[in-house]
């Protein structure tokens, strides 16, 4: 365990910076454009530009072509410079193309993602869709950059990277709430505010590229176009990535419906404020935060150990380092996911109700993020098993998994659309993603220990879950009684919500500290004994 805590400690740090830059700009747009129509055309025009990345390049990129090109490293004359070259040949055009027709047909797009928008709604959506798509194309580019970094060992750029994406939109939202009088009226926004708004977007993904593309000329790497696409090897890389490419599809499929449905709940409810698009992407964010700052790094560290007992036939050592990295992250995430479910909204309302969005508005993102809290170890421990399968090389699994995830979060959220009112829809969007993960754990625990002579060891991580959920029920219980007795003298302000957070949130964590230290929570003390032995250096 402690292998995986160091090296998970070391890459969380920029992580973490990654992640609090990135909720500081989701607060700062928030508070700029609101979280009704204009939030929810902004959110549906960035998320399209992401949907075509993650289904064409993201997701082969990280279990396809990071191991192509350590093979070309290894096996090539050159040390695989020509095939690098080759790949940041094809990926550029190809996604410049792609981001061209995406401009041209994006109300098209938008019609496939959204439901039963007005024509303002629609142009103001299809506009900021066409200055945010280009970005596909320096996504890309970076993308590959960032793969030849890590196959060189260098980390640093591609954690820092996205930082600089942060600073500038950050920088652009509040040049917007200074230069705009629209502010969120979607009504009376001008060709210029959504020129600055979109191209403010794509210049935050250019200058992460540029960063990246400075950072592995400093590691010998000079780009130098090549037109032989036949020494690509791009049909290796699409037997290899088909099932990896299927698994990004049918995510992508599922959070079109949630889309869909999302974006229909607004318009069922008319002129009422209810949480729609992007209530449900702010909650979905914050949802992230925890899990990308905890969970993420310990993945990325267990994944190579995995991988290479697999390959020799560890079967004790698979488990154990399964086991370890389930625990390590329980100990963290099995409090934060309680903590959202009774803080929920007095975090939304402090981050969120400023500027153009009211505590109601903050509070349907907070009702959303109480949901989501259920989510969070599920989803947690799904995302780790999943790399029980990519350790053995099984890519089909994974793909079928999340196929049944689709079709259970799409007919929940389907029947839950049909028949909760507007204003509890995307509540019930969240709660639907929650079921799909619970049962897809499930299955995927069955499929996965399958693989391992012996088992994943469930004996042990149903007793530490256990420990940990006794031992956040004091945490939870004084935080929601704090919430309570704020609400009663002060309601729900973001001063007293910062009250509630402070205290609640505070105390709670002091003796959640506790009890695990009393419970013998040994994860807990491993990680107390690596901060204190860090701040002591």
Do not use: C
């Amino acid at each position: 365990m402690s292998r995986v805590l160091r090296a998970s400690a070391i890459m969380a740090a920029g992580t973490m910076v990654s992640r609090v830059t990135g909720f500081v700009r989701t607060a700062v747009l928030a508070s700029t454009i609101g979280v009704l129509a204009l939030g929810d055309a902004y959110n549906v025009a960035f998320m399209i530009p992401m949907m075509l990345f993650d289904f064409l390049i993201g997701g082969v990129l990280s279990s396809v072509v990071v191991p192509m090109i350590v093979r070309a490293q290894k096996s090539d004359a050159d040390g695989g410079r020509a095939y690098e070259q080759r790949l940041m040949t094809v990926a550029t055009l190809a996604l410049i193309v792609i981001a061209a027709l995406g401009v041209l047909f994006a109300p098209l797009l938008v019609d496939v993602i959204t439901t039963d928008l007005d024509p303002v709604k629609t142009h103001v959506t299809v506009t900021l869709t066409r200055y945010i798509l280009p970005q596909i194309a320096f996504f890309g580019i970076g993308a590959i950059a960032g793969a030849i970094l890590n196959t060189r060992d260098r980390f640093g750029a591609p954690m820092w990277a996205p930082v600089l994406n942060n600073i500038v939109v950050i920088a652009v939202g509040v040049a917007y709430h200074v230069v705009s009088g629209a502010g969120a009226n979607i009504r009376e926004v001008t060709s210029s505010d959504l020129a600055l708004l979109g191209l403010g977007t794509t210049a935050g993904i250019v200058a992460q590229s540029i960063i990246l593309i400075i950072a592995v000329h400093r590691v010998g790497f000079r780009f130098v176009p090549r037109f032989d696409l036949r020494n690509a090897r791009l049909g290796e890389i699409g037997r290899m990535g088909a099932w990896t490419l299927a698994f990004v599809a049918f995510n992508q499929i599922g959070l079109t419906i949630t889309t869909n449905l999302a974006t229909g709940a607004t318009a069922k409810a008319g002129a009422a404020h209810v949480a729609g698009i992007a209530s449900y992407s702010y909650a979905y964010q914050f949802f992230q935060l925890p899990y990308g700052i905890i969970a993420v790094s310990v993945i990325t560290a267990m994944l190579p150990r995995m991988s290479r007992y697999a390959h020799e036939g560890q079967f004790g050592a698979i488990r154990q380092e399964f086991v370890s990295g389930v625990r390590l992250v329980s100990a963290a995430i099995v409090p934060a996911g309680l903590m959202l479910m009774v803080l929920g909204p007095a975090v939304a309302v402090l981050v969120f109700a400023h500027g153009s969005t009211s505590v109601d508005d903050a509070l349907n993102i907070g009702t959303v993020l109480q949901v989501f809290g259920l989510a969070l170890v599920p989803f947690s421990i799904y995302q780790l098993l999943l790399r029980v399968f990519y350790s053995f090389g099984d890519t089909r699994s994974p793909a079928l998994i999340a196929l049944g995830n689709v079709v259970v979060n799409a007919s929940v959220g389907f029947v839950l659309y049909l028949t909760l009112p507007p204003h509890l829809i995307v509540m019930g969007l969240a709660l639907s993603f929650t079921l799909a993960y619970v049962l897809g754990g499930v299955v995927a625990w069955r499929l996965a220990a399958a693989k391992v002579v012996g088992g994943l060891g469930g004996r042990d991580v149903g007793v530490a879950l256990s420990r940990m959920y006794l031992a956040s029920i004091p945490a939870a219980a004084l935080a929601l009684a704090v919430l309570w007795a704020t609400k009663q003298f002060a309601g729900i302000t973001p001063l007293s919500s910062a009250i509630m957070l402070a205290v609640g949130g505070g105390a709670g964590a002091l003796i959640y500290l506790f009890t695990s230290q009393r419970m013998r929570i040994a994860e807990i003390t491993s990680i107390i004994g690596l901060v204190a032995g860090r701040v002591g250096r």
